[in-house]
C-alpha cells in the first residue's frame, strides 16, 4: 500500500504502480484525505493521528479480506511521515516499510514569520489556508516533461489549513518516539540531489529504527524517484527487497 506526499496524489505514480502490480504484488494507492481526487475539506486534517489512522483503517480492512498476508506501506515523502508514525500507534499491523525520499528530516519549510502565524490561526482560524512551501516543480525533478506536468495537473495540493500544517509540525514531534518501535525491516531510498529533504539527517534518523534497515542513494537522482529515466533502477530495487522479505 502506498501513501503520497503533501503536494503530490496517486495521480504521479501510474508508472510505479503498474511496474509492481506486474511483479505480482497488489498495489493499493490511497489519496489522503483533502488530496488527490478527494474533494472534501481540501488541505484539512482534523489531526495527524486521524491520518494515520486512515491507513490503519484501510490496512484492517485489507488483513479482514485477504487474511493476514504480508502488508508493506511504501511512504513517499511527506507521506513517509504516515508510514514511520503507523509501527508506533497500531503495532504488528504491517510487516515492512518501503521509505522513498520521505519527510522525517525535511530542507524546506515555511519561513518563521509565517509558522507564527499559521500557530495563532490553528487556534483562532484553523480552516485559514496558507501556501505550502512545494510550489515550485524544479524542486521535484529535473525533467522539463514532468516539471510542466506538476505545474499543470489540477489535483495536486498547492494549499493547506493551518489546521494541517500544525498537525504536521506535531506529527514531526511524534516520530521520535515513533522512531524507538520500528521494529519491521524497513528502505530507505534516496536520491543525491534531494532539495526537500536533508538525506544525512535522514538516514540517522532511520538508523535509529531497532528493526533491520537498508539504504540506498541513487546518484544523479532526484527528489520524485518516479519523474527519473523509465530504466532507473530504483522500482527493480524496491521489488527485489520486498520479494525478499517475503
Same mark, same amino acid.
Given at each position: 500500500?502506498?501513501?503520497?506526499?503533501?503536494?503530490?496524489?496517486?495521480?504521479?505514480?501510474?508508472?510505479?504502480? %503498474?511496474?509492481?502490480?506486474?511483479?505480482?504484488?497488489?498495489?493499493?494507492?490511497?489519496?489522503?484525505?483533502?488530496?488527490?481526487?478527494?474533494? &472534501?475539506?481540501?488541505?484539512?486534517?482534523?489531526?495527524?493521528?486521524?491520518?494515520?489512522?486512515?491507513?490503519?483503517?484501510?490496512?484492517?480492512?485489507?488483513?479482514?479480506?485477504?487474511?493476514?498476508? *504480508?502488508? !508493506?506501506?511504501?511512504?513517499?515523502?511527506?507521506?513517509?511521515?504516515?508510514?514511520?508514525?503507523?509501527?508506533?500507534?497500531?503495532?504488528?499491523?504491517?510487516?515492512?516499510?518501503?521509505?522513498?525520499?520521505?519527510?522525517?528530516?525535511?530542507?524546506?519549510?515555511?519561513?518563521?514569520?509565517?509558522?507564527?502565524?499559521?500557530?495563532?490561526?490553528?487556534?483562532?482560524?484553523?480552516?485559514? !489556508?496558507? *501556501?505550502? *512551501?512545494?510550489?515550485?516543480?524544479?524542486?521535484?525533478?529535473?525533467?522539463?516533461?514532468?516539471? %510542466?506536468?506538476?505545474? &499543470?495537473? *489540477?489535483?495536486?495540493?498547492?494549499?493547506?489549513?493551518?489546521?494541517?500544517?500544525?498537525?504536521?509540525?506535531?506529527?514531526?514531534?511524534?516520530?521520535?518516539?515513533?522512531?524507538? %518501535?520500528?521494529?519491521?525491516?524497513?528502505?530507505?531510498?534516496?536520491?543525491?540531489?534531494?532539495?526537500?529533504?536533508?538525506?544525512?539527517?535522514? &538516514?540517522?534518523?532511520?538508523?535509529? !529504527?531497532?528493526?533491520?534497515?537498508?539504504? /540506498?542513494?541513487?546518484?544523479?537522482?532526484?527528489?520524485?524517484?518516479?519523474?527519473? %529515466?523509465?530504466?532507473?533502477?530504483?522500482?527493480?530495487? /524496491?521489488?527485489?527487497?520486498?520479494?525478499?522479505?517475503?
Amino acid at each position: 500500500m502506498i501513501v503520497h506526499g503533501i503536494r503530490s496524489h496517486g495521480g504521479w505514480y501510474a508508472r510505479s504502480c %503498474r511496474v509492481l502490480a506486474e511483479a505480482g504484488f497488489d498495489v493499493y494507492f490511497l489519496d489522503r484525505r483533502g488530496s488527490g481526487l478527494n474533494t &472534501a475539506h481540501r488541505g484539512d486534517t482534523p489531526n495527524f493521528r486521524r491520518l494515520i489512522d486512515d491507513v490503519a483503517e484501510f490496512v484492517q480492512r485489507l488483513r479482514a479480506s485477504h487474511g493476514w498476508l *504480508p502488508v !508493506f506501506v511504501c511512504g513517499i515523502s511527506w507521506g513517509g511521515k504516515l508510514a514511520v508514525g503507523l509501527p508506533y500507534r497500531k503495532p504488528g499491523l504491517v510487516d515492512g516499510l518501503v521509505l522513498l525520499c520521505p519527510g522525517l528530516v525535511p530542507k524546506v519549510a515555511p519561513p518563521v514569520p509565517q509558522r507564527a502565524r499559521i500557530a495563532v490561526a490553528r487556534v483562532f482560524r484553523p480552516w485559514k !489556508f496558507f *501556501p505550502i *512551501p512545494l510550489n515550485e516543480p524544479d524542486l521535484f525533478t529535473a525533467s522539463p516533461e514532468w516539471r %510542466r506536468y506538476i505545474d &499543470a495537473e *489540477p489535483h495536486g495540493l498547492r494549499l493547506a489549513t493551518a489546521r494541517f500544517l500544525f498537525s504536521s509540525f506535531s506529527l514531526d514531534i511524534y516520530l521520535n518516539r515513533a522512531a524507538k %518501535r520500528v521494529t519491521v525491516p524497513a528502505l530507505l531510498a534516496l536520491a543525491e540531489h534531494d532539495r526537500i529533504i536533508d538525506n544525512s539527517r535522514t &538516514a540517522d534518523f532511520v538508523a535509529r !529504527f531497532p528493526g533491520p534497515t537498508e539504504t /540506498v542513494t541513487y546518484p544523479g537522482a532526484h527528489h520524485t524517484l518516479e519523474f527519473e %529515466r523509465e530504466d532507473h533502477p530504483w522500482l527493480a530495487d /524496491v521489488v527485489r527487497w520486498v520479494e525478499k522479505q517475503l
